[in-house]
């Protein structure tokens, strides 16, 4: 596998997306102490209508690894989708047997995974990916030990990792995440929301729940850290705010852009805009921040 003409370009910014500031080589092997480290990369062609116009026809993604980090994001400019994967094997045997698969499947979607030699990853070994395409669709990934970003999807996405953060921006479907060490931030988004971390605080900014009512649904929830929720607009639904150690406070921002102290407690229930959507908020540990438009 080896950089494609995608544009030299998109496939640079996907590697930048996955090695941010660490000077790796992009492609070959580099040993360290931990193992040896192999930088390698692939591009997938896209039916026609998916290359050349990015909002006919986003490409669902399905991203499976183990012990790394998972980041995907869109470029207008990529004419294929570009997948950077950057693994740690135990030995130089085994890197140069070590590879991954990056295809689309029979209803599209684009599934990214490891291909560990022996068909067994051992020890500490590890797999990062980057996936950069045209348009992003609906996301599915699943990893352990790695965080995961996500920009800008037409779509459903489902994430979930044993260990990392979480970073969301521009989610225009429901949004299910899933850590059970790290936090969870949310920019922009549009649709339900179920985020769950077992430590870390949840920051979720210019929230839409959009004209369906049950499309607002937002259920946040950690065992460790503050909840902060600034909605886009007026929340309409039921509210339920609970901390065990801290205080829940509800502000609503007035026509002078000043906010207003509608409600603080350990715990908070509120009817607002008379919706039948859920907005359900419990921290164990830690401050609760709603902020909603007038």
Same mark, same amino acid.
């Not at 669709?137 to 970003?149: D, E, K, M, P, Q």
């Not at 994430?159 to 969870?184: C, F, Y």
């Not at 339920?240 to 829940?248: F, I, L, Q, V």
């Given at each position: 596998?080896?950089?494609?003409?995608?544009?030299?370009?998109?496939?640079?910014?996907?590697?930048?997306?996955?090695?941010?500031?660490?000077?790796?080589?992009?492609?070959?092997?580099a040993a360290?102490?931990?193992?040896?480290?192999?930088?390698?990369?692939?591009?997938?062609?896209?039916?026609?209508?998916?290359?050349?116009?990015?909002?006919? !026809?986003?490409?669902d993604?399905? =991203?499976?690894s183990? &012990? @790394? $980090?998972?980041?995907? /994001? *869109?470029? %207008?400019?990529?004419?294929?989708?570009?997948?950077v994967?950057?693994?740690?094997?135990?030995?130089?045997?085994?890197?140069?047997?070590?590879?991954?698969?990056?295809e689309?499947?029979?209803d599209g979607?684009?599934?990214?995974e490891?291909?560990?030699?022996?068909?067994?990853?051992?020890?500490?070994?590890?797999?990062?990916?980057?996936?950069?395409v045209? !348009?992003v669709?609906?996301?599915? =990934?699943?990893?352990? &030990? @790695? $965080?995961?970003?996500? /920009? *800008?999807? %037409?779509?459903?996405?489902?994430?979930?990792?044993?260990n990392?953060?979480?970073?969301?921006?521009?989610?225009?479907?429901?949004?299910?995440?899933?850590?059970?060490?790290?936090?969870?931030?949310?920019?922009?988004?549009?649709?339900?929301?179920?985020?769950?971390?077992?430590?870390?605080?949840?920051?979720?900014?210019?929230?839409?729940?959009?004209?369906?009512?049950?499309?607002?649904?937002?259920?946040?929830?950690?065992?460790? $850290?503050?909840?902060t929720?600034?909605?886009?607009?007026?929340?309409a639904?039921?509210?339920?705010?609970?901390?065990?150690?801290?205080?829940?406070?509800?502000?609503?921002?007035?026509?002078?852009?000043?906010?207003?102290?509608?409600?603080?407690?350990?715990?908070?229930g509120?009817?607002?805009?008379?919706?039948?959507?859920?907005?359900?908020?419990?921290?164990?540990?830690?401050?609760?921040?709603?902020?909603?438009?007038?």
């Amino acid at each position: 596998m080896h950089p494609h003409r995608n544009t030299r370009s998109v496939w640079a910014a996907a590697l930048a997306l996955l090695l941010g500031t660490a000077t790796l080589p992009a492609c070959g092997l580099a040993a360290t102490p931990a193992g040896v480290q192999i930088t390698m990369s692939q591009v997938v062609a896209l039916p026609a209508d998916a290359a050349t116009d990015r909002e006919a !026809a986003p490409i669902d993604i399905d =991203v499976a690894s183990e &012990n @790394g $980090g998972v980041s995907i /994001a *869109h470029d %207008h400019r990529a004419t294929g989708a570009t997948i950077v994967a950057r693994a740690r094997l135990a030995d130089d045997d085994r890197a140069k047997r070590f590879g991954f698969r990056a295809e689309l499947d029979a209803d599209g979607t684009l599934r990214v995974e490891p291909l560990w030699p022996d068909g067994k990853r051992l020890g500490n070994e590890s797999c990062a990916f980057a996936v950069v395409v045209p !348009a992003v669709g609906g996301v599915a =990934v699943r990893t352990s &030990n @790695g $965080g995961i970003t996500l /920009a *800008h999807a %037409h779509g459903n996405a489902r994430l979930a990792t044993s260990n990392g953060a979480i970073v969301v921006e521009g989610v225009q479907g429901d949004l299910h995440a899933r850590s059970n060490n790290g936090g969870i931030t949310v920019r922009h988004s549009r649709g339900a929301l179920d985020l769950q971390t077992s430590n870390g605080s949840v920051s979720i900014t210019h929230a839409w729940q959009g004209s369906d009512p049950a499309a607002g649904t937002w259920r946040v929830q950690t065992s460790n $850290g503050a909840i902060t929720l600034e909605a886009a607009d007026a929340i309409a639904g039921r509210l339920s705010a609970t901390t065990s150690n801290g205080r829940a406070t509800v502000q609503r921002i007035g026509a002078d852009g000043q906010r207003e102290t509608i409600a603080s407690d350990r715990t908070v229930g509120l009817s607002l805009g008379g919706a039948q959507a859920t907005i359900d908020l419990r921290t164990s540990n830690g401050p609760i921040t709603v902020v909603t438009g007038g």
